[in-house]
């Protein structure tokens, strides 16, 4: 079985059927809602980040370091990370996919802040994106932070399951991100980057009264496992 972890906020890990563990906007340490502490986490291949902003990226660089995991990310946040020491890394650009070796990803556009937790000089300010991966015959979309984007409508037909930002005020709201699943036309959504502080407060059972016969909404709690059947 596929298998989806949400950690609270945007982190999220992925496990193939097959074992390949991949995580995705690592934030443990500070995050008010994480199930567990950065130090926690083990047995992760491979560590995907959609942007820079602290709340997806403050533990990607020790995890990938201490794990011995291949970071994935835009190209100037591995040219950060590189310049951070770390070693195992493999840069993309919007738009762009590549085969990994347990599956395609693509990265996807997104409309959000590009600043780069860490980088002091602003050198590395860059676009942000969201992910769509292929794996176990699954399209799989994390859209990382971003506005509702009429972009979205050209995943609709490649997307099973979508991880969509709900929490508004730094990103879409339930509105939008309904408008969202109507352009994209997932079968499970699963909603991220909200409740972890006040600022993001919403409801998931108002947000799945509205998505309605649209799709089916999981709501884990963080630590909480969807597991992904055939669909
Ligand atoms: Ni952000
Ligand atoms: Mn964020």
């Not at 982190?11 to 950065?38: C, Q």
């Not at 590395?124 to 794996?135: A, D, N």
């Not at 980057?193 to 998505?211: K, M």
């Amino acid at each position: 079985m596929t298998k989806l972890t949400w950690h609270g906020h945007s982190t999220f890990t992925l496990e193939s059927k097959t074992g390949t563990r991949i995580l995705i906007d690592p934030w443990f340490d500070g995050n008010p809602v994480a199930d567990r502490s950065a130090a926690e986490v083990e047995g992760v291949e491979w560590i995907f980040c959609t942007h820079g902003h602290a709340d997806h990226f403050a533990d990607a660089i020790p995890l990938t370091r201490r794990l011995g995991a291949t970071l994935v990310s835009s190209f100037e946040i591995i040219q950060f990370a590189q310049g951070q020491g770390v070693e195992k890394v493999h840069p993309m650009g919007v738009g762009g996919g590549f085969d990994f070796p347990f599956g395609r990803v693509k990265m996807t556009a997104a409309l959000h802040g590009g600043e780069v937790h860490g980088d002091e000089s602003g050198r590395w300010t860059c676009t942000p994106g969201g992910f769509l991966f292929h794996l176990d015959g699954l399209g799989i979309y994390h859209a990382g932070d971003t506005a509702l984007l009429t972009d979205m409508q050209l995943l609709k037909g490649q997307v099973d399951v979508a991880i969509l930002p709900i929490g508004d005020n730094f990103t879409m709201g339930p509105e939008d991100a309904v408008r969202a699943v109507e352009f994209i036309g997932p079968k499970v959504v699963i909603p991220m980057h909200y409740d972890t502080f006040d600022l993001i407060r919403q409801d998931p059972e108002a947000f799945r009264s509205r998505v309605g016969d649209r799709a089916r909404v999981e709501t884990p709690k963080p630590g909480g496992t969807v597991e992904i059947g055939d669909l």
